[in-house]
């Protein structure tokens, strides 16, 4: 009997467990699965923070979802522009944004990278390149359509990035980012990070196809469907795009299956109200964590231990206890100023 039912072509994406690591150091696989786990661990403190009331507004976490950004951001600067959406915790945290100032945003503290008046859902760090977050399904999406034309006409060589979700691609506006990005040529590579739901309801519920790249093929853009859960796959896919978008190519797609392992909003595992997900489908992607997968294969070649691995984790979760306790001692806005950081002249 089949252990989860998916069609051929998922099926054939997610049959491999192994990850074949053979064109990374062991330096570059331990940088990239620390950023990883900082991403995961960070997301399980705001879990914490939501549960038990510090964090008032809600928050989209991504678990189980880590490699794909750790995987794009390994080749993107800080003059590259990326552009997320609702659940992008993971975006900005492997951009290198300050852990600190990211919590601070998410407890709504005077010293968030928002001054505290975005939260979870309004994240904005020009410092790293991370150019914006909204609620807005799918707002983004020409936003970043329109920095990467901007790049282009002004010559510079960076590229924009935009991360949306398989509910995203949904939304008109995105179909004509689409097209504008191919017609201009713009050095842009469009993200789906499809996770098989758009809040409660999966894919096959919405859509004809689970997968989403026949829309980049209806675009006549260039796309690559990847296990977003295999890390090297997606350095490999991310390296190559950002390269030829540097070299004046582009738009590009990418398409990278993924699952979340909590529910659509908050800490909870919310199976119940998942329409067609199930117990049986969590531990289907359990077994495809990309940091356990990773962690399994770095063991193999280099003969690490697990010890080794777990002084790792310690160390970066000393590192979340302390910006998060330090967040949490701030001191929250003067909402009286709210208005000031909302219109331009006020
Ligand atoms: C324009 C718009 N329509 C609907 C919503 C409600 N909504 C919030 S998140 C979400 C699901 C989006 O799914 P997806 O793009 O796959 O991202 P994921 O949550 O899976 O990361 C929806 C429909 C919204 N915020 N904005
Ligand atoms: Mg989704």
Redesign the pocket.
Known sequence: MKEYSHNSELESLTSELEINIDNFSKNELLEMISKMILIRNSEYKIAEGRKYGLVGGPV?L?IGQEAIPVGISKYLTCKDQIFG???SHAHIISLGVDLKSFFAEILAKSSGISKGMGGSMHLFAESVGFYGSV?????TVPLATGSALANKLKREKNVSIAY??????E?GIVHESLNFARINNCPIIFIV?N?L???HLNIKLRQPKELTYRFAKSNDIESKLIDGNNLPSICKASEEFIKRCRNGEGPFFIEAVTY?WLG?VDWREDIDVGIRRSQKDLIFWKKRDPILRLKKSLIKKFNLSMDEFKLLEKEIQKKIDKAWNDALKDESPEWSKTKKYVFKNN
């Open positions: 989209h991504g959406g609702h659940r609620p807005i399904v799918g707002g949306l979700g398989d509910g995203a691609i939304e990070e996770n739901f758009s809040s979340r659509h």
